[in-house]
């Protein structure tokens, strides 16, 4: 077996001349990577790390080509399973984590009034789809995990703050 054959399929897993993933993202990427030199090869150039631009435009490129091959439906079906493992190896805090990081950037982005604005428009649409009896269960669960974490006392100090 040739080198460039061993080497696809141990990145791809598969076997033959059939096309992996891998191959067809680097095609997508820089189709003209077979004809450049390698950076090292380039007389005077030092080699640079990617930027956070090309991992970006690879992932969208490399998802958009793995959505055409499953469909909607399958491609759905992958990301349930990614965020799924994503929390089994991360846990539930990584997402509330990266959750906070994004809605500060947002904050950052449309100022306190615009992020105020968005509340509003996602209390509404929760308000649509949930129902008023959502809220009233959500506000019962919060506070008796108030209760729970600082007591009873803590927890009538609060409603006379916020009467």
Avoid: N
């Avoid at 067809?24 to 790390?49: F, I, Q, S």
């Avoid at 970006?56 to 399958?74: C, T």
Wanted: charged share 50%; net charge neutral; hydrophobic share 15%.
């Amino acid at each position: 077996m040739a080198k460039r054959e061993k080497k696809r399929e141990e990145e791809t897993g598969r076997r033959g001349e059939e096309e992996g993933i891998l191959d067809k993202l680097k095609k997508l990427v820089t189709p003209e990577a077979e004809e450049k030199p390698k950076m090292e090869e380039r007389a005077g150039e030092e080699k640079k790390p990617y930027t956070y631009e090309f991992y970006h435009d690879i992932g969208k490129k490399g998802g958009e080509e793995r959505k055409k091959e499953l469909g909607p439906e399958g491609y759905r079906e992958l990301g349930h399973k990614g965020g799924e493992a994503t929390k089994e190896t991360h846990g539930h805090e990584f997402y509330q984590k990266i959750g906070k990081k994004g809605g500060e950037e947002r904050k950052k982005e449309i100022g306190t009034e615009g992020y105020k604005e968005l509340g509003h428009k996602g209390g509404e649409a929760t308000r649509e789809t949930h129902g008023h009896e959502f809220y009233q269960e959500i506000g019962k669960a919060g506070g008796e995990k108030t209760k729970k974490k600082h007591g009873s006392e803590s927890l009538e100090e609060h409603r006379k703050e916020h009467r």
